[in-house]
């Protein structure tokens, strides 16, 4: 079991920036990745950025070049530095973690609870 604790949502006006945090414990796979994803009201779930443990990055194309995620492997932590926020970045942000076998198959999936980022003047 591998659970997700994330921090570090909050309200920021538009061209701010914020920081989210996840930390996963239990039992990790050595072979993962984690990510954020996002959930605007009436909008369904969105991928926003994702890391492998070797640090390999993918971005959504309406964040990228603001915001930037960054693993801590020694810590299971992973960051998501938001700036230039706008207030369409509005959303509960959701942490995930996939994990893999050594022959790289998928495994399972877990979510974080979920952290509120409102950006609005």
């Known amino acids: 079991q591998v659970q997700l604790v994330e921090s570090g949502g909050g309200l920021v006006q538009p061209g701010g920036s914020l920081r989210l945090s996840c930390t996963a414990s239990?039992?990790?796979?050595?072979?993962?990745?984690m990510g954020w994803y996002r959930q605007a009201p009436g909008k369904a779930r969105e991928l926003v950025a994702t890391?492998?443990?070797?640090?390999?990055?993918n971005y959504a194309d309406s964040v990228k070049g603001r915001f930037t995620i960054s693993r801590n492997t020694a810590k299971d932590t992973i960051y998501l530095q938001m700036n230039s926020l706008k207030p369409e970045d509005t959303a509960v942000y959701y942490c995930?973690?996939?994990?893999?076998?050594?022959?790289?198959?998928?495994?399972?999936?877990?979510w974080g609870q979920g952290t509120l980022v409102t950006v609005s003047s």
């Open positions: 995930n973690y996939r994990a893999y076998t050594s022959s790289f198959t998928y495994r399972f999936a877990v």
């Open positions: 239990g039992s990790i796979f050595s072979i993962n990745v």
């Open positions: 890391i492998t443990k070797g640090g390999s990055t």
